[in-house]
Nanobody, 111 residues
Framework: VQLVESGGGLVQAGGSLRLSCAAS????????MGWYRQAPGKERDFVAG????????AYADSVKGRFTISTDTAKNTLYLRMNSLKPEDTGTYYC?????WGQGTQVTVSS
């Protein structure tokens, strides 16, 4: 599967962004998928994910109540809606579908 992320950018604290991850090459709806982020000098961390077997959704504690993961299977696209952004949300955001990674999209939140 090939993944292309988009939607990142520079936003002030308290603002919102919606990230998209367009997938091609496989039927999108039958795989575990998620979003991860990597801040400079740090490891890549889990942000949100969907388990296809039971459609269970999980979030990192740091984003619960602010971020929403969703899919549009007709468009083969995974989304991450991010509200009430904080400077600590800054990083490169990557989507993962069945173990494949996109190239990442940069999110910068200014204080």
């Amino acid at each position: 599967v090939q993944l292309v992320e988009s939607g990142g950018g520079l936003v002030q604290a308290g603002g919102s962004l919606r990230l998209s991850c367009a997938a091609s090459g496989r039927t999108f709806s039958r795989y575990d998928m998620g979003w991860y982020r990597q801040a400079p000098g740090k490891e890549r961390d889990f942000v949100a994910g969907i388990r296809w077997s039971d459609e269970r959704i999980a979030y990192a504690d740091s984003v619960k109540g602010r971020f929403t993961i969703s899919t549009d299977t007709a468009k083969n696209t995974l989304y991450l809606r991010m509200n009430s952004l904080k400077p600590e949300d800054t990083g490169t955001y990557y989507c993962n579908v069945d173990g494949a990674w996109g190239q990442g999209t940069q999110v910068t939140v200014s204080s």
